[in-house]
Structure formats: structure tokens, C-alpha cells
């Protein structure tokens, strides 16, 4: 089976610093690792994937994403953000012929 | 218009009531999923379904039930609504072809039981 730890609920932060939002994940396969933002009163978006290849994923809205196999981590990134990426963000993995298996969120602040 | 349509956005509604959420595609996809996302939880599988013919239970399926009517439609529906059901409800939907194709979400439903 499957899971995602997100190790951080919260996670405040000054606008134009930099953000780092942590996801591990476990499986006993290949995965395949997404990042998800959820916008106040709004459905998921997707923000970026990890399906194969380079480690290093970029994303929309300035954002990337680091796979680390032997850490078994997915960590978000972006280095200096706006007002405008307060938001949930989810962390999540998938694997075989299964459903997305999300993390529990953070919730990031960008503070003026 | 959107790509997946849930309806209605939001219900309040009194114990013991049956209720139905729908949802409708226009992406032509196959796979259809629903989740609740409850604060602090993030979203949990309730059911999903790969084919009009195919129903799978997901993590937290027990008092909810789904129809599949169509390719482009699969509706939630609780029997006999309960207050801890109150929660935020997502239909997604994602394309045959293995596990490296993302889910497409819509906007969700808001229900609150009373």
C-alpha cells in the first residue's frame, strides 16, 4: 500500500522569501508523484508531476519539485514567492492501477 | 464551461435525508473518482470507477453509495445522511492508460448535514 507524509500543516512564510513544502512518500513499487494546489473556495490544480527521467520537475506558477528515490521525498519548491500562492497544496502518489493516494496538505501563508 | 461539473456546489440538508451529488464530464475520460476532503485529512477515496461497468470501493466507501450511468456521469449518493458526513466533496476524473495520467478535478460540492 501506499501513503504520503506531508511533515508540515502550515507553513507561513514572507512574501518574495523563499518556500520549501515537504512530502515522503512509501510504496514498495514505482511510483508516480504529483503536487496538487488547491486556491481558497476552489477544486484541485494541478501543479506539477514526476512520472520518469530528469529528477528535477518544473511546474506552473514558478514552482519545482525534486524526486529523491533513496530518500524516498518529493519536496516542493520555489524561490520567492507571492500573496498570490496562499493556498493548499497537496502532495500525492500513484502507482500500478490505482487512484491517487493524497497527503493531509499544508497550508502556506504568504505574509506581506 | 468547466470539465467537470459537480452539482449542486453547495446543500445543507437534515439528518436521515437521502442525498445525491452529481457529476458530469466532457473530457471523454473513462476513470471517475469521489473523494471527501475533510481539514486536516486532506481527501480521502470513496469509490471509483474505470469503466461504466466497473465499481470499486474506496478507503471510507461505508454509507455512501455510487451510480455510474454513462461514461460522462457518476453520481455520489448517501442513503441516510449523518452530521459527520459534513464535508467537502470532490468528483475527478483521469484518462485509460496507466497510472502516470493525473486526475482532473472539479470544483467540488460543500454539504453540510444538520
Known amino acids: 500500500a501506499q501513503s504520503v507524509t506531508q511533515l508540515d500543516s502550515q507553513v507561513p512564510v514572507f512574501e518574495e522569501a523563499p518556500v520549501e513544502l515537504r512530502c515522503n512518500y512509501s510504496s514498495s513499487v514505482s511510483v508516480y508523484l504529483f503536487w496538487y494546489v488547491q486556491y481558497p473556495n476552489q477544486g484541485l490544480q494541478l501543479l506539477l508531476k514526476y512520472l520518469s527521467g530528469s529528477t528535477l520537475v518544473k511546474g506552473i506558477n514558478g514552482f519545482e519539485a525534486e524526486f529523491n528515490k533513496s530518500q524516498t521525498s518529493f519536496h516542493l519548491r520555489k524561490p520567492s514567492v507571492h500573496i498570490s500562492d496562499t493556498a493548499e497544496y497537496f502532495c500525492?502518489?500513484?502507482?500500478?492501477?490505482?487512484?491517487?493516494?493524497f497527503g493531509k496538505g499544508t497550508r502556506l501563508s504568504v505574509i506581506a | 464551461d468547466a470539465d467537470v461539473t459537480q452539482t449542486p456546489r453547495n446543500r445543507i440538508t437534515k439528518t436521515g435525508k437521502r442525498i445525491m451529488l452529481e457529476c458530469s464530464q466532457t473530457k471523454g475520460h473513462d476513470r471517475m473518482y469521489w473523494y471527501r476532503q475533510d481539514p486536516g485529512l486532506g481527501l480521502r477515496l470513496i469509490y471509483y470507477?474505470?469503466?461504466?461497468?466497473?465499481?470499486n470501493k474506496g478507503e471510507i466507501s461505508d454509507g455512501y453509495s455510487v451510480s455510474r450511468q454513462a461514461q460522462a456521469k457518476f453520481s455520489l449518493s448517501l442513503e441516510s445522511a449523518i452530521p459527520n458526513q459534513t464535508a467537502l466533496y470532490f468528483c475527478a476524473t483521469s484518462p485509460r492508460g496507466g497510472s502516470n495520467q493525473p486526475q482532473h478535478f472539479g470544483d467540488g460540492t460543500r454539504l453540510s448535514i444538520l
Open positions: 470507477s474505470f469503466d461504466v461497468k466497473d465499481i
Open positions: 500525492a502518489v500513484r502507482s500500478g492501477n490505482t487512484p491517487l493516494v
